[in-house]
C-alpha cells in the first residue's frame, strides 16, 4: 500500500552513538551489511565533542568498516558477522577505543602480509586503509593491530586523546559502558 511507502513513516536510521558524524559513517555501513543478510552487533558510546578532527575520525572507522563490508560482501559461505565496538572515555587522558570484527571468506580470500603491513585485495601493494588507521593511531600516540584467524579478522584500534577542556560542553564528555575483547 502507498501509505507505508511514505519516506516519513519508514524507520527512523539507527542510533548509534551522540557523535553525529561518527553515527552516520555506523549507519552507512552497518545497513549495508545488515543488507547483505550479516548478523551485525554494534556498540558504541561516544559523545558529540570528542578531541579529534571529525574527517580524521570518520575516515579512519570509515576505512575499517570499508574493509569488513568488503570482506562480508566477497564471502561466498559460512555465517556473515560484523561486530563494532567503540569506546570514549573522558580520562584524564581522554581515549577511543575501537574493535571491528568481521568474518571473511577463508577458501575466497587470503590475507598476505609484506613487512607487517597487511597486503591490499584489490591492488599488489599494501593497503592504504590499514596503514592509515595506524597513522591516525600512531598520531594520536596509540596503537593499531590488525588479527586474522580461523575466518575472522580483528582490528582494534586506540587513540589517545589527551585532555578535552577547551571543548564545548565537557560536561557531555562520558562514555560508560565496558567492553571485553572477545578472542
Not at 597486503?119 to 600512531?138: F, N
Not at 588479527?147 to 584500534?157: I, Q
Amino acid at each position: 500500500d502507498e501509505m507505508s511507502k511514505h519516506r516519513l513513516l519508514q524507520t527512523a536510521p539507527m542510533q548509534y552513538c551522540e557523535h553525529a558524524s561518527l553515527n552516520a559513517v555506523l549507519v552507512y555501513y552497518c545497513d549495508w551489511v545488515r543488507h547483505l543478510g550479516a548478523d551485525v552487533d554494534v556498540k558504541a558510546a561516544v559523545p558529540q565533542y570528542i578531541n579529534i578532527n571529525n574527517a580524521e575520525l570518520c575516515s579512519m572507522v570509515g576505512n575499517l568498516l570499508e574493509n569488513a563490508t568488503e570482506a562480508i560482501t566477497q564471502q561466498t559461505q559460512g555465517e556473515r558477522r560484523l561486530k563494532v565496538r567503540i569506546r570514549y572515555r573522558s580520562g584524564p587522558p581522554a581515549a577511543l577505543f575501537i574493535t571491528v570484527d568481521n568474518t571473511y571468506g577463508e577458501a575466497d580470500t587470503s590475507i598476505e602480509q609484506i613487512d607487517g603491513d597487511l597486503v591490499s585485495t584489490k591492488h599488489g601493494g599494501t593497503g592504504l586503509g590499514t596503514a592509515t588507521v595506524r597513522e591516525t593511531a600512531e598520531r594520536h600516540h596509540g596503537t593499531a593491530s590488525f588479527e586474522h584467524s580461523d575466518g575472522m579478522f580483528r582490528a582494534s584500534v586506540m587513540l589517545c586523546l589527551g585532555h578535552s577542556s577547551h571543548l564545548p560542553f565537557p560536561s557531555r564528555m562520558t562514555g560508560t559502558w565496558a567492553v571485553a575483547r572477545l578472542g
